[in-house]
């Protein structure tokens, strides 16, 4: 069974609006954690955003947040302000904290910046 | 921030020759670090767990006698691609935890586009 799924392989957004990527994830691990990576087409790994299991509050970093549902198993990254420079490949991961720190990719989402 | 470096940027090989990648954390230990595998437009598959001083654990479909993981040392992890084939291409990419850092403290080399002739 799939352990992360994005299930928006291509998004386009207007320069300046926000943009929503899904996220739904499986575990049975109590403990685990969510992160969010952007790939530029020069394939560097850029981490953005980190959620973990027990945190209480919904992780932000500058324009990213992270919309944590628990109980429906979706980590949603918010990209407010978009830019044109946000234009890339976007993947969300999971760490499950039994299984030695490997993190788990979703299949990414390609998003695209209109000026 | 820590620092996680790649060598070759860039490789191009012939078919049947063997290709050895090194994944070094410039400042900080890291006793496991990690080998990814990504064709374009697509995810990143963990290959293989690479532990310091012991044995890399594979993940299920990766040949091991295929690619070869060596962990020497708390900073240098390389992965060679023996006897490498045209199906071989892609972009290969390591990252390594800082113990002392949080738990969101994973690090990703630049990558490794392999490309085999």
């Known amino acids: 069974a799939q352990k992360i799924t994005q299930t928006q392989p291509g998004m386009f957004v207007q320069e300046k609006e926000a943009v929503t990527l899904d996220c739904t994830y499986d575990t049975s691990d109590p403990s685990y954690g969510l992160f969010w990576y952007k790939q530029p087409s020069s394939g560097e790994m850029i981490f953005l955003i980190y959620?973990?299991?027990?945190?209480?509050q919904n992780a932000t970093e500058g324009r990213y947040s992270l919309n944590f549902q628990k109980a429906r198993k979706s980590a949603n990254l918010v990209i407010s302000a978009s830019q044109l420079g946000d234009s890339a490949m976007y993947f969300c991961a999971m760490r499950e904290d039994n299984q030695g720190g490997k993190l788990i990719f979703g299949q990414g989402t390609e998003l695209s910046v209109k000026p | 921030g820590a620092v996680v470096s790649q060598h070759p940027s860039r490789v191009i090989c012939k078919s049947g020759t063997s290709v050895k990648i090194e994944c070094r954390s410039l400042?900080?230990?890291?006793?496991?670090m990690f080998w990814y595998r990504q064709f374009p437009k697509k995810s990143l598959m963990l290959m293989a767990t690479?532990?310091?001083?012991?044995?890399?654990?594979?993940e299920q479909g990766v040949e091991k006698d295929k690619f070869l993981i060596n962990h020497a040392s708390l900073t240098l992890s390389t992965l060679t691609v023996t006897s490498a084939h045209p199906e071989d291409s892609s972009f290969y990419i390591c990252?390594?935890?800082?113990?002392?850092?949080?738990?969101?403290?994973?690090?990703f080399g630049p990558g490794t586009r392999l490309t085999v002739l």
């Open positions: 690479s532990n310091e001083g012991s044995k890399a654990t594979y």
């Open positions: 400042d900080f230990q890291a006793t496991t």
């Open positions: 959620q973990g299991s027990y945190d209480q």
């Open positions: 990252s390594a935890s800082d113990p002392a850092g949080g738990p969101d403290e994973q690090f």
